[in-house]
């Protein structure tokens, strides 16, 4: 029923891959010990928040019977 292509899969990985990177460089600078160190528990928030916020549109928007999908823009 809900179904996800190869494309949207990938942006969600590249945008999951650059906001945590974002996130975690915001929060310790340019250090990449310090960068390592917290891009785990980084991961873990960003993969709750904007994860679960990008497929919550899709199911939602799906159980009412439209097409929605993830693009990253620039393609």
């Known amino acids: 029923m809900y179904e996800f292509t190869r494309n949207e899969i990938r942006d ?3 945008a999951f891959a650059v906001l945590s990177i974002s996130f975690a460089i915001c929060n310790v600078g340019t250090d ?7 891009l ?4 873990i928030g960003v993969g709750a928040g904007f994860l679960l916020h990008e497929i919550g549109h ?3 928007s799906m159980k009412y ?3 929605a999908e993830l ?5």
């Open 40 to 43: 785990p528990i980084v991961m």
């Open 71 to 75: 693009q990253l823009q620039g393609q």
């Open 32 to 38: 990449p010990f310090g960068i390592a160190s917290i």
């Open 58 to 60: 899709k199911f939602v």
């Open 12 to 14: 969600l990985l590249i």
């Open 65 to 67: 019977g439209y097409w």
